[in-house]
């Protein structure tokens, strides 16, 4: 009896349902941040002063490089 051939993995498919992008940019080259976050983080983070910075994050973009800081708009705006 012949095995059949291994199914490969359905195509990337979030976990926990639809994750957000940040509403941040490079303000050096102008890419966004390679980072999504779940609906519950943007729930919990809707009290927040808007410009309270919660994280940094480094430019992946070749010879750019530049870190910025993420602030709670950057979550709170998160589509
Ligand atoms: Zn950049």
């Given at each position: 009896m012949m095995t059949s051939q291994p199914v490969p993995p359905p195509p990337e498919e979030p976990a926990n349902g639809r994750l957000l992008r940040l509403s941040a940019s490079c303000p050096r080259c102008g890419s966004r941040p390679a980072v999504r976050v779940a609906p519950g983080v943007v729930q919990a983070l809707a009290?927040?002063?808007?410009?309270?910075?919660?994280a940094t994050y480094q430019c992946q973009r070749r010879r750019c490089g530049a870190i910025f800081d993420l602030v709670a708009r950057a979550f709170q705006q998160a589509s």
């Open positions: 009290a927040h002063a808007p410009d309270a910075r919660l």
